[in-house]
């Protein structure tokens, strides 16, 4: 198996995209910390895994809470003695045109999508430095490339993921760990279904290949990123969209 026994920590692993990966990465034999808003779905996605015959460890963790990130940070290490792989794709969104837009709402897509992923860098860092290997993914979107009228808060999020990958990335990469981001286009996720039939279709007419992805397609760029083929790719942005951005 591509990931055999190594440890793979994934926030946001509750539902989509973030599910989908935990699963993904457990099928090629890597055991999964799933961290979710709630314990709930952590345990969910956690008895999965455990069906896949691989070892789970559900945590529920607010990543925007920094303390809260440094106690199950302090758990994963004194419970899996390290980490290989952390995945940041804990993700909100707060729609709104910026007239109308609450500072309530900006700080809370800032906070879970930005900040949290920083939170969950900071508290590995040292980890992976001093082992010397290691893989960060971050899981940005096309909306942090080009924009979407509505989303400023979202848009800015997944932008500063993108600086802030290419950042740790030149910070770690002579310690041979990989930093790279997936930016994915429209998925089909819980996020996704609550759109009108009408913003779908104009949506579809943007997309070349003509249709939404799924959340294995993101899995799959990820464990290309995770497994031995990602060995020699840092600092970089895979655009996961059917074509939008070209």
């Known amino acids: 198996m591509t990931l055999e026994n190594q440890i793979a920590v994934v926030t946001g692993a509750g539902r989509g995209i973030g599910r989908a990966i935990a699963l993904k990465f457990a099928q090629e034999g890597?055991?999964?910390?799933?961290?979710?808003?709630?314990?709930?779905?952590?345990?969910?996605v956690a008895a999965e895994i455990t069906a896949l015959e691989r070892k789970a460890l559900a945590l529920a963790?607010?990543?925007a809470d920094a303390a809260a990130v440094r106690a199950a940070a302090e758990k994963i290490l004194a419970d899996c003695g390290k980490i290989d792989i952390l995945v940041n794709n804990a993700g909100v969104t707060r729609d709104g045109l910026l007239m109308r837009m609450s500072d309530e709402d900006w700080d809370s897509v800032l906070n879970t999508n930005l900040k949290g992923a920083f939170h969950f860098t900071r508290e590995f860092f040292r980890v992976f430095a001093k082992q010397r290997a290691g893989r960060i993914i971050n899981i940005s979107s096309v909306v942090g490339l080009i924009g979407n009228p509505g989303q400023c808060n979202y848009a800015a999020s997944k932008a500063g993921l993108i600086g802030f990958t290419q950042s740790i990335a030149r910070e770690l990469a002579s310690r041979g760990v990989t930093v790279n981001a997936i930016a994915p286009g429209f998925i089909e996720t819980d996020m996704t279904s609550d759109l009108g039939e009408e913003l779908k279709t104009n949506i579809l007419r943007a997309i070349p290949m003509g249709k939404f992805g799924t959340a294995e397609d993101i899995a799959g760029a990820a464990l290309f990123l995770a497994g031995p083929a990602g060995r020699y790719i840092t600092g970089q942005v895979l655009t996961v969209d059917g074509g939008m951005v070209m």
């Open 61 to 63: 963790v607010d990543v």
């Open 30 to 44: 890597a055991h999964v910390v799933c961290v979710s808003r709630t314990q709930e779905n952590s345990n969910k």
